[in-house]
């Protein structure tokens, strides 16, 4: 084989590995920047004039956060929604304040849920005996 076949041969390897690890490196990055699932912290800014045991942050147009809904209420839990897309500047500070962007989250007492996890979202509730 002439050193042009190999030179061909290989540019294409070359590139195979290229993508590979810019696609590994991107994976990587996208698991290392996921917010953990569940946060314990004050959360009582949250509870302020709130009667409720559970305190959610959704939008209408997430499938997650009417699931959320839908689980809360078919389990006979009350709570408090706050659509973060209202425009009411002191939801954005609390939503902000947990820290991570995303919905839905799920505020329980002193922990804060990111994203809809039933088995955590039960897990929580049943210290509350819910």
């Not at 959360?43 to 209408?60: G, L, Q």
Request: proline fraction near 6%.
């Amino acid at each position: 084989m002439n050193q042009v076949s190999k030179n061909l041969l290989t540019l294409p390897l070359f590139i195979a590995i290229g993508l590979l690890i810019g696609w590994g490196a991107k994976y990587a990055w996208d698991w290392y920047q996921q917010p953990p699932a569940l946060i314990e912290t004050d959360t009582s800014a949250h509870f302020y004039n709130v009667k409720e045991p559970v305190v959610i942050y959704t939008t209408h147009w997430c499938p997650y956060c009417k699931a959320l809904k839908a689980h809360l209420i078919q389990r006979n839990i009350p709570f408090h929604d706050r659509d973060v897309e209202s425009g009411d500047a002191s939801i954005t500070a609390l939503y902000q304040s947990i820290g991570y962007p995303g919905i839905p989250k799920i505020v329980i007492a002193s922990k804060v849920i990111n994203g809809f996890h039933q088995s955590i979202l039960d897990d929580e509730l049943e210290k509350l005996s819910y």
